[in-house]
């Protein structure tokens, strides 16, 4: 069966530091992969996607950048974190391309950054 | 433009209820309608997915309509039980191929109290 993994599950990091969260994958090949942003009172904003390793495809303008290095891991970066980046991080993958296929999320990382 | 909503924001009822909660969309060529349900501070769990030519789909006691012409799906929750307290989000996906992109409603917070 397919599992998915995210690390840290909360992260508290003060203005201007560095973020990295991690996404991996199990039990499946070649996913689709994707990371949303949860802001309180906001709906699910999709971040990031990536159809495969190297191809990231950005959604939204901003301060946060992807990686794929390998293919069931994606990572998502920032040189400096903004007060604005605070909220939840949702990974997902699905399988077949496009959007039509049914996602499938990780446990969420929680960020505040103070 | 593409907006999802979901009505009411919260819900609150008795244990044993049947309940409805709604999700309208505003351009009625989707590809297909997604059901998730979230807990406080965890990640997405998929309940149903329907097609754009399916009417419904039922797991268990959860059963979701679709009417594309009236931009309208609905899930039904019959017999309602304390651990089905959590937050629904209803994501529609449009586009073809490497365009096709989901929009999400902002979710119905529902409580079933004991």
């Known amino acids: 069966s397919q599992t998915i993994h995210q690390w840290p599950a909360t992260l508290v990091q003060p203005v201007g530091s560095p973020l990295s969260l991690e996404c991996t994958v199990e039990?499946?090949?070649?996913?689709?992969l994707y990371w949303y942003r949860q802001a309180a009172g906001r709906g699910l904003q999709l971040l990031f996607y990536?159809?495969?390793?190297?191809?990231i495809s950005s959604e939204v303008p901003q301060n946060l950048s992807a990686s794929r290095p390998q293919d069931r891991q994606f990572i998502l970066s920032s040189k400096k974190l903004l007060l604005s980046d605070s909220g939840f991080y949702l990974c997902a993958w699905s399988l077949g391309s496009g959007w039509g296929h049914e996602q499938y999320f990780g446990p969420g990382t929680r960020l505040t950054v103070t | 433009k593409q907006e999802v909503t979901q009505i009411p924001a919260a819900l609150s009822v008795p244990e044993g209820e049947n309940l409805v909660l709604n999700c309208s969309f505003t351009?009625?060529?989707?590809?297909?309608l997604q059901w998730f349900r979230q807990d406080p501070g965890k990640g997405l769990t998929s309940l149903l997915l329907?097609?754009?030519s399916q009417r419904e789909q039922t797991s268990g006691r959860l059963n979701a309509s679709l009417d594309k012409s009236s931009g309208r799906s609905t899930l039904y929750i019959a017999a309602s039980q304390p651990g089905d307290s959590a937050t629904y989000l209803c994501a529609v996906s449009y586009g073809a191929g490497n365009n096709r992109k989901l929009i999400w409603g902002l979710g119905t917070s529902l409580g079933v109290n004991p």
């Open positions: 351009d009625s060529a989707i590809y297909n």
């Open positions: 990536s159809v495969g390793i190297g191809q």
């Open positions: 039990g499946t090949s070649n996913p689709n």
């Open positions: 329907i097609q754009s």
